[in-house]
């Protein structure tokens, strides 16, 4: 039962992200936006979406293909991330821009 409950869940986030953001087109495994990764959690970052002053901006912040990043805490949605050796916090509208 419980399963089944975290699967609705984890389809309707997704259903609205697609909707946010159009298909996700990635080849070579299963991926997944970061703000969709635990606390706690580590990955490589595959991908980043949206606009190019977005892909920018997280680009500075040290978001860049290949980065492993880690999720040190998730308050309300937003995330506080380790990337590079940095903490830094992003609201999940941007944190939904990177894919893992």
Request: aromatic residues 4%; charged residues 20%.
């Amino acid at each position: 039962m419980t399963n089944c409950w975290i699967s609705t869940v984890i389809l309707h986030n997704l259903h609205k992200l697609h909707n946010q953001m159009g298909t996700i087109r990635c080849t070579g495994g299963d991926f997944m936006p970061l703000t969709m990764a635990g606390k706690g959690s580590s990955f490589a970052v595959k991908k980043i979406t949206g606009k190019d002053d977005t892909k920018r901006f997280l680009a500075n912040l040290g978001f860049i293909e290949g980065v492993v990043v880690s999720v040190v805490t998730e308050l309300g949605g937003n995330l506080i991330i380790n990337v590079k050796g940095t903490r830094v916090a992003l609201d999940k509208s941007l944190a939904g821009r990177i894919i893992v």
